[in-house]
Structures are given as C-alpha cells and as structure tokens.
C-alpha cells in the first residue's frame, strides 16, 4: 500500500450512538473514495522502500503488512467494533473461540489462577477445565450468580476473572459492575464474553470490565454466513493479545471480514426487531397451557429481572423455555415449527429453534446434562426478525404436539 509506512491513526472516539457508528465508524479509513469499501485480498503488502519496509515490519499491528498481521478490512470492522463497545481498540480473529482462547492464552502463566463461571459456552468450559491445566494454571469455578462466592474465590495469585451474561441454558446473569469493582482494586483482569448481549444491550466495558469478548458469528454478522469473533480492550491489552494472535494464527480471511462489515452496517435496526420479538414471544409462551416456564432475562419472573434492568437495554434474541412433558413431548412439538428453523447458533435474521438435550445427547451423558442443568423438556430459541404474528402462528400450530 501506498501509505503502508504510515497507518492511520484512530482520531479521539466519537460521541456518535451505536447507530451511527456502525455507518460511520470506519469512514477515517477511507483512502479511495469508495463509498462501500473494497476488499484487500491481498496476503502480503509493499512497500516502496527498503526503509519502508523497516518500518512496517516494526510497527506492530500493521494494517498493510501481511494479513496475518493484520488486514485493511480488518481494520474498518475493529474501528466500529471499538467505538461500539467504547474500548480503545478492537481485534478481529477467525471465529469467537478464537478470540476466546487467544485472550486467555496471552494473559495467563503457569502459576496463575483464574476464576470462570460454572457455566459457560461450553468450549470456552473447555478451555479453563481442560486445556488451562497443561499449562499449569488453576481455575476455581463459582455461581455467576453468587457475589459472595466469587469474592472468595480470590486468591493472592489471581490472574483474571472470565464472565459471560446472559449464558446458556437458563439465561442466568453476572453482575459485570459488582464483580469489575471487586477485581479492579486487586489488579485483576476481568474479560466478559458478550456474545448473548450484543453493545447494543449491554456494554460491559462501561460498567469497568477491561476485556470484552465476542462470537462475531452471531450478533454481528447477524446472517448466519459468517464465522468470526471479535475482542475490544485497550492498547495495552490488544499489543499483549495481537503478539498472541499472530503466533495461534486465528486470521479472519479479508472476504469474511467484509462480510462481517457488511453484516454490522445493520446490526441496531436488526437488534430493535429482535428485542422486541423475542421479548414479545417470550411473553406469550408464559400464557400457554403447554408451557411449564420461560427464561428470558426481560421477563418479570426472570430471578434476575432487576440487574437485567440495571445492566441491559435491550434483552436478546434467546429465550428457553420447558414444556410440559418429556423428551419425546419436546421433540414433537420441536419437529413441529415449519418456521422456525432446526438449527444451532443465535443472533441471525431468521429464528432457529433447538431441542437442547437431543442437541447434547451424543456427546455428553444424562449425568453431564444434568450438572450443566439442561432438563430433557428444555427448548432455546434464537428469535429472528421475522413478523411476530408469523412466530406466534408457528409456535400456535407446533404446541398441540405437546400432548398428543
Ligand atoms: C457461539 C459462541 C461462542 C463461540 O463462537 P464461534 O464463533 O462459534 O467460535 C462463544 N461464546 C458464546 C456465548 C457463543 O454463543
């Protein structure tokens, strides 16, 4: 690139809403006039000079250098993600566990001890339970729903503490400002996957978490095409997990990446529909003779409703929800919806719908379930943008499988 030499430097954040941001925040990197960005597919990138070349190859995270490195899509979709989450900078990687496991693995040393929630993504659980301990560092699992026990859970050698709000299956939440005012004074990083949220619901950085964490896959790409993650920190934090990056190699292809620009320049009028579908549906599901609960954070009956006020402004597109009756119930009344679609992952513009312990029967036992609370008669559905009275329709006609 032509102006490889000298990338150009983030002016100071705007005070745009997340609508505009999304438009407009890359827009400073604009070089050619164009007015939906080009894709660089380009590997490598030249410079005019041997001095040139010095100098891209020390000026770390270079958006013009090797796409490893860093790429000029790369760049636009960091610019907005950063102004959405309010962090200083954002990364892109190959997919949310590679965000997820990039951070980690740059933060932590043998010796150090982390603490994770009992319940997580289950191969970000993965990571603390299994693979953390290779390296020689000790995880303590808590209660996200338990102050008290996440104090005391601290230990002199506590390197970070890793949440994510709301999480599966229950959609249990963490108080993100609670637990950042415990961890700041003791210098301990917190990092919080906000996949479920969206910033447009829920800004975790605001609220004191240094790290936030995405499944770009989800949210932001928002068409289930997409597989991406994304991380918002700070300079320092970012130079730390960059050098990590460019070592485990989660690149995000430059194709990929211009999909995900494309998919986010949506993503707040996407999240207005989903917000009120999902909390519309969720609202209706609790009226239903066949319906034995609901979980969905914006729900009066959601044991946490209150914090979900507090730190949420919106809820998302996932509700669970049990029905009356067992696992073969539940899988009729599943194989029933003809519109919603049969099919793991959340966050896109059509709503999928999953039977959870059938999703989970192949690879973990009744007794594994259990522990992870995902009851036979459990459902979880990513509600889409669709028209509500088609969703109610869908799930009208589905419900009477119940008791057949
Ligand atoms: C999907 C998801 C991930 C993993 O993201 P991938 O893009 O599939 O790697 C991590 N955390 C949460 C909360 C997710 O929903």
């Known amino acids: 690139m032509k102006d490889a030499a000298s990338p150009p430097t983030r002016p100071a954040p705007q005070d745009w809403h997340a609508e505009t941001a999304i438009l407009h925040g890359d827009a400073w990197l604009s070089t050619d006039g164009a ?56 990364l892109l990687t190959a997919s949310g566990m590679g965000a997820i496991s990039t951070t980690i693995l740059a933060l932590v040393a043998r010796g150090d001890h982390v603490i994770a929630q009992r319940r997580h993504y289950m191969s970000t659980s993965r990571l603390f339970e299994e693979i953390l301990p290779r390296f020689g560092v000790e995880s303590t699992f808590v209660d996200q729903t338990d102050l008290d026990a996440m104090a005391a859970a601290i230990k002199p050698n506590t390197r970070l503490i890793m949440l994510e709000t709301p999480v599966n299956p229950t959609l249990a939440l963490t108080d993100l400002q609670a637990v950042a005012s ?45 597989t991406a993650g994304a991380i918002c920190c700070s300079n320092a934090h970012a130079e730390k997990i960059w050098d990590m990056h460019t070592t485990l190699g989660s690149v995000l292809s430059p194709m990929d990446a211009w999909l995900l620009l494309r998919g986010l320049r949506t993503l707040s009028l996407r999240m207005e529909r989903i917000n009120s579908n999902a909390l519309a549906l969720a609202q209706w599901l609790e009226q239903q003779p066949q319906i034995e609960r609901v979980f969905y954070p914006g729900l009066e009956s959601h044991p946490q409703h209150d914090l979900a006020l507090k730190q949420m402004r919106g809820f998302g597109a996932v509700i669970a929800f049990s029905v009356k009756g067992g696992f073969d119930a539940t899988s009729r009344f599943v194989s029933g919806l003809k519109l919603a679609t049969h099919a793991v992952s959340l966050g896109g513009v059509e709503t999928l719908a999953v039977h959870t312990a059938a999703m989970w029967s192949g690879t973990m036992t009744e007794a594994q379930m259990q522990t992870a609370g995902i009851e036979p008669n459990f459902v979880r559905m990513s509600v889409g943008v669709e028209h509500i009275d088609d969703l109610k329709q869908d799930l009208s006609q589905a419900l009477p499988q119940v008791t057949n």
């Open 35 to 90: 007015v939906c960005p080009p894709i660089h597919y380009s590997a490598t990138f030249k410079a005019e000079s041997a001095q040139e070349f010095a100098e891209m190859a020390t000026t770390a995270r270079h958006p013009g250098f090797y796409t490893r490195y860093g790429n000029p899509v790369h760049k636009r979709v960091e610019a907005i993600l950063a102004e959405l989450e309010g962090t200083e900078t954002a």
């Open 182 to 226: 415990m961890a700041q004074p003791k210098g301990i990083i917190t990092i919080a996957d906000n996949t479920f949220a969206s910033p447009i619901n829920q800004k975790p950085h605001d609220l004191g978490i240094d790290i936030v964490l995405h499944s770009a896959t989800k949210y932001f790409g928002g068409h289930h095409d997409v």
